[in-house]
């Protein structure tokens, strides 16, 4: 009796299902996780044989004549059917008619291995593509890093993770040249940093440079009217006016404004005690150059607007924008002894001009 019990007691089919086994939908994207799942399970059950073709299928029946019943047939026809009932409910909608047709757990995992082993390769070198070339552009660091660790949870899936050594390496070498200083400070940390740590300091550098953009950004550009200037009684010649209509680089090398003072301040005098307007050592200086200043508005900015008097009768030249407080422009760049691309805002400041030429200017700013 208690060998007939142990007989009828190992010829019971193991019982599985689907959502309990293999709880992991397979998709056509996440084969080789799904594939470790269910070996795993199976090899823990001592099923592994039912699917790699290991465990051959007994013959039906035990004489020629095909009248007596083969049991062992009988128990691994129903435990094969259970393996692969689970193996169908794992998989999703569009990988299901796959195997729809498959008449034996072994004959549905040959045909998932033949029709998604080599997308999910394919799918591998895609996204491991995808990490290496993946700029960060215009995004937002939480976006790029978000976009990143996406990619490598999709690899994790397709059964190539990816470490945080490597997926940190990928997204520092594709911020652009903003974070450069801090890639080599990186380089050179001999501490692992993960994922999250390195979102913190990413996040926090982000900040202090929108930050300085934004100062930047708030720095409009000014720039003086100038017109080339002919004195014949002071050795001739053209010579450019800076901000406070001295020629550049005359007289004792004043002119350059001291932004750090406050209230009144002389740009001619580099001294705090009046305003340039009322500046006597100006005056004098203009008059003996036979320079004039036309009027500006009491509040309007510090940069003046300087006209010659031509004493030679010849016809005044087009007026250019030569120098200013913070840029100089030029219509001739041969006029200027060094150039530089202008990168700042596309507003130009010309100070008080509109009160001296509002015909030709109509408006101060460019």
Known sequence: MTSDSNSTASSSPIRMSASKHFPIKLTKSNYLVWR???QTTLVGLDLLGYVDGTLKMPPPFLDAAHKQPNPAYTSWYRQDAIILSAILGSCTDLVQPLISLAETAADAWSRLAKNLANASRGRIISLKS?????PRGNRTIEAFISDMTTIASDLALAGSPVSDEDL???????LGEDYSSLYQS?????ADVSIDELTTILKDCEREILARSAVSADLVPTANHAQRMRNSDRGGGSTRHGSSGVPRGGLRGRGNFNPSRGGRYCQFCDLASHDTRFCRKLQRFLRDNNVTIAPSRPDGPAAHVTVSNDSTGQPIPPWIVDSGASH?????PASLTSLMEYGGP???RLGNALDSFPDVLGSPCL
């Open 346 to 348: 596309d507003e130009i």
């Open 186 to 190: 990186l380089r050179g940390c001999n």
């Open 130 to 134: 995808q990490l290496a070339k993946n």
């Open 36 to 38: 470790r799942q269910v």
């Open 328 to 332: 100089h422009v030029s219509n001739d």
């Open 168 to 174: 940190s390496v990928h997204i520092m070498s594709q």
